[in-house]
Nanobody, 120 residues
C-alpha cells in the first residue's frame, strides 16, 4: 500500500487545517500519527473502515476529527483550535491486521509525512 499525505502548513494558534491521506488501495486499518521535534512518533487518531469507529489521543479528542471517504481510499484529519504543541510532522499509516490502533509498531505502511507548524 502506498500512502500520500498532504494538507500541512503554517497556521496561527486557534486556526484549522485539514490533512488528507490517499491510499493506493482500500485499507481497513489506517491512522494518523505525528512526530514533534525531539519526541517519539505518537498516535493521533483513526477512523476504521466499515464501522466508522474513531479513536483519538486524549489531548486532541475535542479538537481533531478523523474521517474516511472509502470511495476515494482517503483518510482525513480535520484539526481545529490548533495549539503550538500540535506542531509536528504528521504521518498517515496503514496496517494489515487488527490489533492495537495506537501502537506505532503495528503499522506496516507509512506515508511521507506532512509538516504542520502552529505559531503562537
Amino acid at each position: 500500500v502506498q500512502l500520500q499525505a498532504s494538507g500541512g502548513g503554517l497556521v496561527q494558534a486557534g486556526g484549522s487545517l485539514r490533512l488528507s491521506c490517499v491510499a493506493s488501495r482500500r485499507t481497513q486499518f489506517m491512522g494518523w500519527f505525528r512526530r514533534a521535534p525531539g519526541k517519539a512518533r505518537e498516535f493521533v487518531g483513526t477512523d476504521k473502515w466499515n464501522d466508522g469507529r474513531t479513536n483519538y489521543k486524549e489531548s486532541v479528542k475535542s479538537r481533531f476529527t478523523a474521517s474516511r471517504d472509502d470511495a476515494k481510499n482517503t483518510l482525513y484529519l480535520q484539526m481545529n483550535s490548533l495549539k503550538p504543541e500540535d506542531t509536528a510532522v504528521y504521518y498517515c499509516a496503514a496496517r494489515r491486521y487488527s490489533g492495537s490502533y495506537y501502537e506505532v509498531n503495528n503499522y506496516d505502511y507509512w506515508g511521507q509525512g506532512t509538516l504542520v507548524t502552529v505559531s503562537s
